[in-house]
């Protein structure tokens, strides 16, 4: 990374330290709003009446953000799967044309 396009920022999740990082400066304001919304959404399951402790919030949140990328990696690749095969398909097709 470039050292002029880099900030460091301090990040604060739940009750967790805080910690800093690196990050590119045209992405700070994304990270900032990651940050925002994993903590929104420990604040969800930390109040109400099925309150849970800090602790077990973010190991929701945790479990969630898991489940959601892998979801999405399974998709990218189950569809890049589906694009080679059809340009298999389309290959072997054009060979027979010949």
């Known amino acids: 990374?470039?050292?002029?396009?880099?900030?460091r920022i301090t990040i604060k999740i739940?009750?967790?330290?805080?910690?800093?990082?690196?990050?590119?400066?045209?992405?700070?304001?994304?990270?900032?709003?990651?940050?925002?919304?994993?903590n929104n959404n420990v604040s969800r399951f930390r109040y109400g009446p099925n309150a849970d402790s800090p602790s077990a919030a973010l190991a929701k949140v945790?479990?969630?953000y898991a489940v959601m990328l892998y979801r999405q990696t399974n998709l990218i690749n189950s569809e890049a799967e589906l694009l080679q095969n059809f340009e298999e398909r389309i290959d072997a097709l054009l060979k027979n044309i010949d």
């Open 62 to 64: 945790t479990l969630y």
């Open 14 to 38: 739940a009750d967790t330290d805080a910690f800093r990082i690196p990050v590119k400066e045209d992405e700070e304001s994304f990270y900032r709003h990651v940050i925002e919304q994993i």
């Open 1 to 7: 990374m470039n050292k002029q396009n880099e900030h």
